[in-house]
């Protein structure tokens, strides 16, 4: 539980460099800046990158996925020394786009995450005591769309997975046995912006599925069925681009193409709130803090903001330090 919201640290990222600034609530002044290291494709290429946060509150810790045309590198950032812990892993042949790629940490589990490489169906476990890749997992060899997200449940048994036709896969966390593959059919169109989100409470089945650009629904995992059915599903286009469960399990918040951010309870089955206009340009990423009274998002005006979720008030705003595009946040 976080008691005091005006010290608590948030992390942003640029798209197109490695710039990660650091922010601590309630302050006018950044706590601290990191460059993350050179690509090669950025070095031959002059290509971008996409930086991917995960925080690690426990630790004071922060998980950086930093992606380019060509390589990839993941990083242990030690906020408390405001110092790179450790460079765990490095990539090559990684894919062109650089904006894919995504996180998933439990603090029982450690962390996997989702390298866009080449074959760009396959995602790898990382363990926190050896610091190292200790496992790479790939789907079914009939699926061989690109995989656009993952997540863990609660107990960090399972994880899930989503591809660009939205296609979702569950499996073991600790071996590639396949529970099930939930084929939801072929979209009109396919997206690199499918996101699966487990909800967090230990023994919920339930995963919050965002697919065909614009559509969320509900998975239950022991049912292996859909909840909602098709004209009852939550198709708004604010939902494009990212999605995140509050820690209770009952809201997804979305940023997408609309420059409002809205609140989803699925208790309800609809929208319950909308902070409407927050966002100036497009939203890139939105995420909850740890009990849910703060959400961060980032947009396409280089900015990331800190919202009271009661309220609705912007309680931090900053630009990022070398003012492109805001990618990802994390609270830390």
Known sequence: MVEDKSSQLIAF???TTNSISIGTIGSDTLYSTFEGPTLKSQTENKDGSATHLAGIPESNQLIS????ADSATFQIIDVSSKGVKKLVYEFQEVSGAVGRGDIAYNA????????PIQDQTAYHFFD??????VRSSKWPTELQERITSLS????????ATVDMNGNVLVSEVNSDETKFVLPIKKFEHPSETNRVRWSPITGDSTVFVKYDF??????????KALLLAEDAMIDKYWLSYWIDVSPDGNLVIGAGEDVDVNVFDRRENKVVKSFEKLLPECGQCVKWNQDGKLFAVASEDCTAKVVDFASGKVIFEKKTADEKFAHSVAFI
């Open 214 to 223: 614009w559509k969320l629904n509900l998975l239950d995992v022991e049912k």
């Open 13 to 15: 990222s640029s798209l």
């Open 152 to 159: 863990f449940d609660g107990e960090a048994k399972l994880i």
């Open 65 to 68: 996925l930093i992606h380019g």
């Open 108 to 115: 029982k589990k450690g962390c996997a995450a989702m390298i």
């Open 128 to 133: 926190f005591d050896s610091m190292s890749v």
